[in-house]
């Protein structure tokens, strides 16, 4: 019973107090409503009402002062008091209710009653200093009490109008001049680390502000309603194919079947959608709630995330950079952002390019020489896959021919030109040129991505990463992580009294050294050596690979340029060559092994080009065993600089010593240039990101750190990096705890031998562009979850969010460079958008830009930029002899035209000129023999004036329009935004189903 008794004792004693309080507080409420004074003064701060307003006339304020008194006194005996009473005999029943009902002994109640009169005087003292408090100020107010003319704020009103000019004039001078100081200090701070510029043009402190925040930094963007719904249509794609799949008892396979799981890159979207019978009644639930949601969602645009100063800095460098007048890019090593004269740079990148040891120009076109290549490799994929050394589907994922013959209409086999482009070495030049504003040496990469041979790349890059691995297994470095595991595995088998130095080496240019032929020839050496890959698999991409380093060509200055020397930088199979050419030279043609001087080598490791090591002899030995390195492998044009030897090394980002242990020790190594720039916070990023970026860093910190020592002055400078971006210190202290868990797991699974059991969720994944109100859709997805379980099964429902535009896609311009500098076309008075051919059948077709062009009552405009002749466009069709209709029916109901509905409208897409896609659909209105349109079913715009204007079947019935320009990829979606934001596939032309 003790504790139970315990427990009441408890009880009682905080009823006991509050009825001590509350009968205080009721002496107290006794005391204030019969004193005058304390009625006018704070003491009771809750007491209403409250009047802040003074009035300007004396006898009113004290009016208001005396009703106000009056007031409170009432408010105090009507509601305060009678409030407080009803409170204490409320808590005097349930004290004597529970004395009763627990028969408490009297010890208990004694204790009880003396905790409340405790509570109560102590209260009551308290209430009493306070009352003494508000009648001190009260005499202190009325000894002080002053004449009106004494008053300050009185004597301030009356000080000369000059002298506050004068005042307010000094101080916006200070306030100017603290400005100028903080930004002549924050801009020199940027100069030195984080933006260099290095023409003769003056770059104003606003454009250092703007850039400083980094490339990768992102302005605000309000969420287009029409990419949402674009993007929600696709996530429903997937749904309704899985569960087309599931229900079919087919194996998971999603509607993109054209692709493999040794290639994942050549992936083949797909616009198909399952059958529509196929879609059950809960996906169609699942569609008209997520479609209606996207369709109340307000998305209201942000607040921008720069300054006034910034965004006059952004306005700035982008005309600079429009005209050409400069030239921004980031430094090839140390993520700096350099400026440079816009001629500069293109007066570099010539000279490297026609370097005639280096590049020679081919007398083609660059369409003609786009179209010979792809013919080229059409005819070696499809002569491998008649000698069965490739098979159906890599033909179709290589070239996109089908087994019929025809090929792929997917915007992945639209090839783009292949160009060059500079990286600057700033990390090359000392401190002094870097002063003197000299340009630094460069590196030229072949941008070949979506080129003619970039799936050809992508197909042979697999085979060869996993044949150059095992070829050079005993030197292979894959990574910095992979280094330290070697560097561990060392140090144990180091002996305590042994003595050895540390070695670097580097190769000289290695990609531009390399010929095709000596990276052939390794080649074969290495296929030679292979045991995992049949023979018709080496076989093929040995001959691809072949096609590939000896067809790979650039277009600079509308001129094609082919390599005569080297392999190409910036190819998907470059390194994998490196990798097979630094083992066959040194290992098989040079037999290195075999010299002398290999006794002295402990160890030799290699990351491409830079090779790492243990040495066993002096440093004279090491330089002559560097001398007959460099004479050996002269003839084959390989020659090896920057070497290190001693008991410090800097290698890849590590800085690697012997300590006094004799074992090998590394630390995180940063070359002087480096900006330490990452993403500011006020990028319009996900939250979650930032908070990513500072766990990532901090893991490489560690990672990169075998001392705590340098440890902890590692992790001190990126916390000041980071908080320089504009990381709050307090949230970086409470990541830092858990990077350091993080750690020791990703060690303890390194080193364990257990495989991991975690399970694998097969994924849904919903793709769209990040914006303000993302968390709102993530919600409600997740409400669906359960329908999507039950429709497809249990999968995760995860958000890829893209990134909007950021400041290296506004500013950067390296494909514009490699066109060379180009005059800005003047304004002419063009008609509308022909191209002005004398043949062409489109030109009579198009709109006039007077033209009024509305589509279910939206206004709409084209672009003057456009032509008969552009690619990558969506164009509009509109029926002029439907607008004739929608002129009759709104004469006869006496309204606007544009309140009249008529379905008249198309927009389309192309990614062939402008004109050859109206050929298409001209083609689609022919008549055969018989009078007939056997065709009509294949064009919207055939179909609609075979159902409403046969008598005059002819697409001279419509106006054509151009309307936007994008990328090759972007057409669907562009398309999309047209087609929903006109509400053409309700109301138009779009919603006519055609055959393909």
């Not at 009644?281 to 699942?286: E, S, T, V």
């Not at 560690?702 to 590692?714: Q, Y």
Request: a positive charge; aromatic letters at 8%; proline letters at 4%.
């Amino acid at each position: 019973m003790a504790p139970k008794c315990k427990g009441v004792e408890h009880r009682m004693k905080e009823l006991g107090k509050k009825i001590g309080n509350r009968e205080a507080q009721v002496e107290l409420l006794n005391c204030v409503s019969e004193d005058n004074e304390l009625l006018g003064t704070r003491i009771l701060s809750s007491i209403q009402p409250k009047i802040g307003k003074k009035f300007q006339y004396k006898d009113l304020e004290d009016k208001k002062n005396s009703i106000l008194k009056q007031a409170r006194a009432e408010f105090i005996k009507q509601c305060a008091k009678v409030e407080a009473e009803r409170e204490i005999t409320g808590l005097q029943l349930r004290y004597n209710k529970l004395a009763k009902d627990r028969h408490v002994s009297n010890s208990t109640l004694e204790s009880a009653n003396q905790c409340r009169l405790l509570i109560k005087c102590d209260v009551q003292n308290r209430h009493q200093n306070k009352i003494n408090f508000h009648k001190q100020s009260v005499i202190q107010r009325k000894r002080l009490r002053v004449t009106p003319s004494d008053n300050k704020r009185k004597r301030v009103r009356e000080k000369p109008k000059e002298d506050k000019r004068r005042l307010n004039r000094e101080y916006k001078k200070r306030q100017k001049e603290r400005k100028n100081e903080w930004m002549k200090d924050k801009v020199s701070s940027i100069k030195n680390s984080s933006v260099r510029n290095l023409p003769d043009i003056e770059i104003p402190d606003i454009v250092y502000l703007y850039l400083s925040k980094g490339l990768g930094f992102i302005h605000s963007t309000a969420g287009s309603k029409e990419d949402l719904l674009f993007d929600a249509k696709e996530f429903l794609r997937k749904i309704a194919w899985k569960a087309y799949f599931r229900n079919n008892g087919s194996s998971e396979e999603t509607e993109d079947d054209e692709v493999d799981s040794l290639h994942p890159d050549l992936r083949i979207p797909s616009r198909k959608h399952p059958p529509t019978e196929a879609k059950s009644a809960m996906f169609k639930d699942i569609e008209a709630r997520l479609l209606c949601f996207l369709g109340t969602l307000d998305l209201k645009k942000p607040r921008s995330n720069l300054t006034p100063a910034e965004e006059r800095g952004k306005g700035w460098i982008r005309r600079r950079v429009k005209e050409q007048q400069l030239f921004v890019t980031r430094a090839d090593k140390g993520g700096a952002i350099l400026i440079l004269n816009f001629q500069d740079a293109l007066e570099a990148t010539r000279q490297e390019v026609m370097d005639i040891e280096k590049f020679e120009c081919i007398k083609q076109k660059p369409t003609e020489r786009m179209d010979s290549i792809r013919k080229k490799v059409n005819k070696k994929v499809l002569t491998l896959e008649e000698t069965n050394k490739l098979s159906a589907k890599d033909r179709l994922l290589i070239t996109g021919i089908t087994d019929k013959g025809g090929m792929k209409h997917s915007p992945v086999f639209r090839s783009t030109v292949p160009f060059p482009y500079p990286l600057f070495k700033i990390h090359k030049c000392t401190p002094q040129q870097i002063e003197d504003k000299v340009i630094p040496p460069l590196r030229l990469v072949h941008s070949t991505r979506n080129g003619p041979l970039y799936r050809v790349e992508k197909w042979c890059s697999p085979v060869l990463t996993s044949i150059s691995r095992e070829y050079c297994k005993n030197e292979f470095l894959l990574d910095t992580p992979d280094l330290i595991q070697q560097l561990e595995a060392l140090n144990r088998e180091i002996d305590p009294n042994e003595k050895f130095l540390l070695f670097t080496l580097d190769v000289v240019a290695l990609y531009p050294s390399i010929s095709v032929d000596m990276a052939l020839e390794a080649m074969d050496h290495a296929f030679s050596c292979d045991g995992n890959h049949d023979e018709d698999t080496r076989t093929a991409v040995k001959e691809l690979s072949e096609l590939i380093l000896k067809e790979s060509f650039v277009v600079f200055e509308d001129r094609v340029y082919k390599g005569k020397k080297g392999i190409p930088t910036g190819n998907c199979i470059s390194r994998q060559c490196a990798d097979f050419t630094m083992h066959w030279l040194l290992f098989v043609m040079l037999k290195i092994t075999d010299w002398n001087f290999w006794k002295c080598v402990a160890e030799w490791k290699r990351f491409i080009d830079d090779i790492f090591g243990k040495w066993r002899g002096s440093a004279h030995q090491f330089q002559m065993f560097i001398n007959k390195l460099n004479e050996e492998s002269k003839p084959y044009g390989i020659q090896f600089a920057d070497a290190q030897i001693g008991t410090k090394v800097h290698y890849l980002d590590l800085t690697i010593y012997i300590d006094d242990d004799n074992e090998i020790q590394y630390s995180l190594y940063r070359k002087e240039t480096d900006a330490r720039q990452y993403l500011n916070t006020g990028s319009f990023h996900p939250t979650s990101v930032f908070r990513s970026v500072a766990f990532s860093q901090m893991l490489r910190i560690i990672s990169r750190n075998s001392r705590e020592e340098t440890l902890i002055k590692d992790m001190k400078e990126l916390r000041d990096d980071l908080m320089r971006c504009g990381h709050s210190e307090g949230k970086l202290l409470e990541i830092e705890p858990k990077a350091v868990l993080r750690s020791m797991e990703n060690y303890a699974r390194t080193n364990s031998d257990v495989p991991s059991e975690d399970e694998v969720k097969e994924t849904l994944v919903f793709t769209t562009k990040f914006f303000r109100e993302v968390d709102k859709l993530k919600a409600f997805v997740r409400g669906l979850n359960l329908d999507i379980k039950r429709l497809v099964g249990d999968v995760r429902v995860i958000f890829a969010l893209k990134k909007n535009t950021n400041i290296q896609q506004t500013v950067t311009m390296n494909r514009r460079l490699s066109q060379g500098r180009t005059d800005i076309p003047a304004i002419t008075s063009k008609r509308n958008q022909g191209c002005g051919g004398t043949r062409c059948k489109t030109c009579p077709l198009l709109f006039d830009f007077d033209d009024e062009i509305r589509v279910n009552g939206q206004r709409l405009h084209l672009d003057p930029k456009l032509s008969c002749n552009s690619k990558n466009i969506v164009y509009l069709a509109q029926c002029i002899a439907c607008q004739g209709k929608r002129s009759k029916i709104a004469g006869e109901l006496s309204i606007p035209e544009e309140q009249v509905l008529v379905e008249d409208t198309y927009f389309g897409q192309t990614i062939s000129e402008g004109r050859a896609r109206m050929n298409g659909h001209r083609s689609a209105f022919k008549r055969d023999r018989s009078g007939n349109f056997p065709d009509h079913a294949k064009s919207a715009l055939a179909q609609h004036c075979y159902d409403h204007h046969q008598q005059n079947m002819d697409i001279k019935n419509f106006k054509i329009g151009f309307v936007k320009c994008c990328k090759v990829f972007d057409l669907d979606r562009e398309e999309a935004k047209f087609i929903s934001k006109y509400r053409t596939e309700i109301s138009g032309l779009n919603r006519i189903k055609v055959i393909r």
